[in-house]
């Protein structure tokens, strides 16, 4: 094998975020080896490839490893521009992941009904949506209640907002949305 072609099968086309990448995977993968020992746990008596703490620990050394090594080489490659375009492109993606949080902490406040109903309407305004859309949004929103809660019997949770309403009406909500 000729050292040209040696070369060639190594070579590594780094992207503009691969540095940026790298260090909060290694970062991430630190944290992981050492929260590891409050985790897992070793046994008496137990087989080596059996023990609760053998498997994940062989995948935190790895990812530390391969991301150490991923690092190394995307410092020592050659630099390219927009970076911190690509690190900004990550976070925007990371606002849905919030939005979903949000609507985490709403259901148990308003209930699955209402929450549901308004981070559809929400998500639709956020996407550019006007007009009818926010009209399908809303009614998308009451047809996943209904699916989830009445077709397919799924456990929601009640929203303290139900317990401001009458008894009837509570009941009702309670039961159906």
Aim: glycine share 8%; hydrophobic share 60%; proline share 6%.
């Amino acid at each position: 094998m000729s050292d040209r072609s040696f070369r060639a099968l190594f070579r590594r086309d780094r992207k503009p975020g691969d540095l940026l990448f790298a260090a909060l995977f290694l970062a991430f993968a630190l944290f992981l080896l050492v929260r590891l020992p409050d985790q897992t746990q070793w046994m008496k008596r137990t087989g080596f490839a059996a023990q609760p703490a053998f498997w994940p620990g062989v995948a935190i050394f790895g990812m530390v490893f391969f991301g150490a090594l991923h690092l190394l080489s995307s410092a020592l490659s050659p630099r390219l521009p927009g970076r911190w375009r690509e690190a900004l492109f990550w976070a925007r993606s990371a606002e849905y992941a919030l939005w979903f949080m949000a609507y985490v902490f709403a259901a148990p406040l308003l209930g699955y009904l209402p929450a549901t109903v308004l981070f559809c309407v929400l998500l639709a305004v956020r996407a550019g949506y006007r007009g009818a859309g926010i009209g399908w949004a809303a009614a998308s929103g009451f047809g996943i209640v209904l699916l989830f809660k009445t077709f397919l019997k799924v456990n929601a949770p009640a929203g303290a907002l139900y317990e401001r309403l009458p008894e009837g009406a509570r009941a009702f909500m309670l039961t159906w949305f």
